[in-house]
């Protein structure tokens, strides 16, 4: 049988490292980006590679693909997650800001995704899996660069699923809410249904599910792991 591949981008700490360790257990092959140093720690001790870089730069994506396909061959998992944007009021964010929430909400995703697609047209397959907010679709003054970015990610998913549905590969959005990876704090566990924070390892079920054979007919989708927080019609 052949080792799949899974590739996680700012997987050094929070959401991405508690994917990583998940898929590792689920027996995949590992590869993290992060800009830490606890990326590539992270992969050596769960037997796999790592690069110290940013995941918005072309380069050091391109490296992390490279050295996966060098080493493995194929690419059967990528695993967007995201380190944090700017925040202040709406109108008080910068053009350059605005561009820095790009950059970590939206082509964080999308240039590792043009840089894996070849790979999983090759093998006639592959999951793409996007760490998103719970606020993509209900917005937050809180959050104000996500918020805008993640719901243009979802536009980009939808479209990317539409296109590459064909070849077999799926992509999907996570949308966590207030996950035990951030600062605890009582007014936020008292808003949500369920009474307590998301755990880190939730999120990491939720990706190895996603990147499973059961979740084979699933594309295209946003997928809330929020314990109730935010709801869809």
Aim: glycine share 10%.
């Amino acid at each position: 049988m052949t080792d799949k591949v899974a590739l996680i981008t700012a997987g050094g700490s929070g959401m991405g490292a508690a994917a990583a360790k998940k898929l590792a257990a689920d027996g995949y092959k590992i590869a993290i980006l992060s800009s830490s140093g606890k990326g590539e720690a992270l992969a050596k001790e769960l037997g796999g590679i790592g690069v110290t870089g940013s995941n918005q730069s072309a380069d050091d994506l391109k490296a992390l693909v490279d050295l996966a396909v060098a080493q493995w061959g194929r690419i059967d998992v990528l695993v967007n997650s995201a380190g944090h944007g700017p925040r202040a009021p709406i109108l008080e964010i910068s053009d350059d800001d605005w561009h820095r929430g790009m950059e970590t909400y939206l082509l964080n995703v999308i240039r590792p995704t043009r840089l894996v697609t070849p790979f999983m047209q090759q093998q006639k397959g592959g999951a793409i899996i996007n760490i998103s907010t719970a606020w993509a679709f209900e917005p937050s003054d809180m959050f104000p660069t996500s918020a805008v970015f993640r719901s243009g990610l979802a536009a980009f998913t939808k479209i990317f699923a539409d296109t590459y549905a064909k070849d077999n590969i799926r992509i999907n959005n996570i949308l966590p809410g207030w996950i035990d990876s951030l600062p605890a704090r009582e007014e936020r566990r008292a808003s949500v249904p369920m009474q307590r924070y998301g755990k880190s390892e939730e999120i990491a079920a939720t990706v190895a599910f996603l990147a499973s054979e059961g979740a084979a007919y699933i594309t295209g989708q946003n997928i809330r792991v929020d314990g109730g927080l935010t709801r869809s019609v």
